[in-house]
């Protein structure tokens, strides 16, 4: 099945997930958020992961994944990092 939601960070994103990271300074699901959004990310590389690879490395669902690839494509950086009001 092909991904309709496809994460990229540019630069400035993938350093402030990185650091978020880094840091743990955060809530835990932010923490989750942003290792999914790395683990997502297309940007550096052309290879392709499935749902089902980065929900295992980050011990979520995969539904869980694919929520927050769309939550980042349809409202960004910020809305993928927090939960929804």
């Known amino acids: 099945m092909r991904k309709l939601y496809i ?3 540019d630069e400035a994103e993938r350093g402030q997930v990185r650091a ?4 743990g300074k955060v809530a835990a699901y932010q923490l989750t ?3 999914v959004l790395l683990k997502a990310d297309q940007g550096m590389s052309r ?3 499935t749902d ?4 295992a490395a ?8 694919a929520r927050i690839r769309q939550r ?6 910020d809305a993928a990092l927090r939960r929804k009001p």
């Open 33 to 35: 958020h942003a290792r």
């Open 72 to 77: 980042f494509v349809e409202e960004g950086l």
């Open 20 to 23: 978020l990271v880094r840091t």
């Open 58 to 65: 980050v011990e979520v669902g995969p539904a869980t994944v």
């Open 7 to 9: 994460v990229r960070l």
């Open 52 to 55: 089902q690879v980065v929900a």
């Open 47 to 49: 290879k392709r992961v």
